[in-house]
């Protein structure tokens, strides 16, 4: 399928991408880090869905296959352009006014922490329509309505066909409540990363 050009206009408009990810995804979150160029001119922020207290080599295998620098969210960080930020196991990730980041101890979200939701609502709120979000495969509805609330602040919202997901709770929930500007396969995906 051909792009449309208000997809890619609205793509290039974006100082900030979100990818929200759980089960299935993590092929395609390591497709995208591998083929960012190192002037994407776009702070990148990932949130995946992690085994609670399980020691995670995401960091060092993104970080390795990177051209952009990466690195793992702290808190009170300064949201820096040109990054790649990965959310931490075991916290949620909030963005906050003054383009800082905070990670949260409280209880888990659609069994997830960190939570796709939490960070794309604080997100929402501080991006508003400079900001694109894409939603992937997952098993269950976590991130639907963060991807909501980021559409109507006037984010960019773009959800996986959930035909092309590994798993395809995430994408359908988020779909169902109308979350979505656009639904793409991963491949549609990519076209729009490079425009």
């Known amino acids: 399928m051909a792009l449309s050009e208000d997809i890619k206009e609205r793509w290039r408009k974006s100082k900030v991408l979100l990818l929200g990810g759980s089960a299935g995804s993590f092929k395609i979150l390591f497709r995208a880090v591998k083929h960012f160029p190192p002037d994407l001119n776009k702070t990148v922020i990932i949130i995946i869905h992690r085994k609670k207290n ?38 949620h990730t909030l963005v906050e006014n003054d383009k800082q980041f905070s990670l949260d101890v409280s209880e888990s979200v659609w069994y997830s922490k960190p939570s796709i939701d939490v960070t794309f609502e604080s997100a929402a709120e501080v991006f508003k329509d400079h900001c694109t979000a ?41 779909i169902q409540v109308n979350a979505a500007d656009y639904v793409l396969s991963a491949d549609e995906i990519f076209q729009l990363l490079q425009v």
């Open 54 to 91: 399980f020691f995670s080599e995401i960091e060092k295998l993104f970080g390795e296959n990177s051209r952009m620098y990466l690195r793992e969210v702290s808190d009170k960080d300064p949201i820096d352009g040109n990054t790649i930020y990965i959310a931490p196991a075991n916290y």
């Open 134 to 174: 894409i939603l992937l495969s997952g098993a269950n509805q976590d991130g639907a309505n963060g991807l909501l609330k980021l559409r109507n602040q006037g984010s960019l919202t773009i959800v996986q066909d959930p035909a092309d997901a590994e798993m395809a709770d995430m994408p359908k929930a988020a």
